[in-house]
């Protein structure tokens, strides 16, 4: 399982501990796999385990009294949620959902508190990984500030463009739908969007996006 599955022993939440113990404990790891759109933890359920993302992508959201959900992040193959637990708390703080399906590797909670007692390095681990959440978020607060739906849109696109490409073609990495929670939009606004970029030589098919004009992409952002 080692062998197929390294990415286990890479998580930044062992750093600093003991190789032969990291094994130990990812050989232990139980492994799941949800179908899309398949809840993997409810928000305010008491919490029993650590996750690590191993194939496809699980979205955390949030939700309000009145029941309406919003998307907060997206994990990617090789991210944690959950770490956060490790300095207390007995309920997981969102909602996380399998996106277009997802594995994911379960650590017991109480095994990772015994061994964060005995390497104190891994409640700082979790506070880097936890800061890098909240940088992340603030990132997304100033861009749902300072940027239209269009511009929100078209910095994603850049982001998966080669920084030498004048023009490229690839594929979304998960559902429109998907995406459109990560960046903070309703649907149909996210379809607005990919209209308004059309000028600038973009041309959505499916989940295939092709831009004419990276230059130009550019400059829509």
């Known amino acids: 399982m080692l062998a197929k599955n390294p990415i286990l022993l890479r998580s930044d ?25 398949e809840r993997i933890v409810a928000e305010g359920q008491p919490a029993a385990f650590v996750y690590r993302v191993m194939n496809g992508f ?4 949030k939700s309000e009294s009145g029941g309406r959900e919003a ?3 997206v ?11 490790l300095s207390g708390g ?32 891994m409640h700082r681990n979790g506070m880097r990984i936890m800061t890098r959440h909240l940088l992340g978020a603030m990132d997304c607060i100033a861009g749902d500030r300072l940027h239209t739906a269009t511009q ?3 910095n994603y696109l850049v ?3 080669p920084a030498s490409a004048s ?31 059309v000028p600038a030589g973009v041309e959505v098919r499916g989940r295939t996006v092709l831009v004419g004009s990276v230059d130009l992409l550019r400059k829509a952002c």
Do not use: M
Request: glycine share 6%; proline share 4%.
């Open 152 to 154: 929100r849109v078209a």
């Open 71 to 73: 998307d907060i992040c």
């Open 58 to 61: 699980v979205r955390l959201s």
């Open 75 to 85: 994990c990617e193959p090789g991210d944690t949620f959950g770490e956060y637990l």
């Open 90 to 121: 007995g309920a997981y703080a969102y909602s996380a959902w399998s996106a277009d399906g997802a594995e994911v590797a379960l650590f017991e909670l109480s095994d990772l508190r015994t061994l964060a007692d005995q390497y104190p390095v």
């Open 167 to 197: 023009h490229v073609t690839f594929r979304l990495p998960y559902r429109k739908r998907i995406l459109a929670g990560k960046l903070g939009l309703a649907p149909e606004a996210l379809s607005r969007a990919f209209a308004a970029l």
């Open 159 to 161: 982001s998966r463009c």
């Open 13 to 37: 939440l062992f750093d600093g501990v003991n190789q032969v113990t990291v094994e130990e404990l990812a050989a232990a790891a139980q492994f799941q796999t949800f179908a899309p759109d």
